[in-house]
């Protein structure tokens, strides 16, 4: 069945610094893949997307990758801030189910 | 624009009870989906619908159930609790079905069954 996995589960970086989060997906057909923060005691928001007809897309601080051959995506957060602090998840849409199947997300802490 | 709203946002129950959650969509979304939020699986996929029909079904037993109403409301119901069904259960809308649509989550129901 359809599965994305994300790595590493948790991650620590000291402001200023890049942080990478990956995922690798299962289906082969999927072609949307979505980033949604959730900061702690609130609700997830997106935060960025990447379509499979593209290899990168950039938002400010904020970037994703696609790899479609090797079906893994990763985010990039550069210059990070103690805002960033968040759980981040990951996931994709299988083309024919046509819903979200995350991954179980990444918890990110920026200390100052 | 108003958010997405869910009632109650908590709740305490005793295996063997059921329940039912309710989630409000934003004004103008037609597509409700239901997600399942446990520490260590993150975000599971529980069942979508759109126009009052279930489009989606994830990997649940079929004590969990859902419904959707012609204002587009949504309730869910878990039949027969157990105790690894205290989660928080977060709904979320959007404009038209599919995953491909950004969804709005709601702040969630915290489910804890004892």
């Known amino acids: 069945g359809e599965n994305v996995e994300q790595h590493p589960s948790t991650l620590s970086v000291q402001e200023g610094d890049s942080a990478v989060i990956k995922c690798t997906y299962s289906?082969?057909?999927?072609?949307?893949f979505p980033w949604y923060k959730q900061e702690l005691g609130k609700r997830p928001q997106l935060i960025i997307d990447i379509r499979s007809n593209v290899g990168e897309k950039k938002d400010q601080r904020i970037a994703v990758t696609l790899n479609k051959t090797a079906k893994h995506f990763s985010l990039h957060i550069t210059e990070t801030q103690p805002e960033d602090s968040a759980v981040y998840f990951c996931a994709a849409v299988p083309f024919h189910t046509d819903k979200l199947i995350f991954g179980t997300g990444t918890r990110l802490q920026v200390f100052p | 624009k108003a958010g997405v709203t869910q009632t109650p946002r908590y709740l305490i129950k005793t295996r063997g009870q059921q329940v039912t959650l309710s989630c409000s969509p934003i004004?103008?979304?037609?597509?409700v989906s239901w997600y399942q939020q446990t520490p260590g699986q993150g975000l599971q996929f529980l069942f979508e619908?759109?126009?009052?029909?279930?489009?989606n079904k994830g990997n649940f037993p079929g004590r969990f159930s859902g419904r959707q109403f012609s204002n587009s409301r949504s309730e869910m119901n878990v039949s027969t609790l157990e105790l690894g069904d205290s989660a928080l259960y977060l709904c979320a809308s959007s404009l038209a079905a599919s995953g491909y649509n950004e969804q709005f989550f709601g702040p969630g129901t915290r489910l804890t069954v004892l």
């Open positions: 004004s103008g979304h037609r597509s």
């Open positions: 619908y759109f126009s009052e029909t279930q489009r």
């Open positions: 289906d082969s057909a999927s072609n949307y």
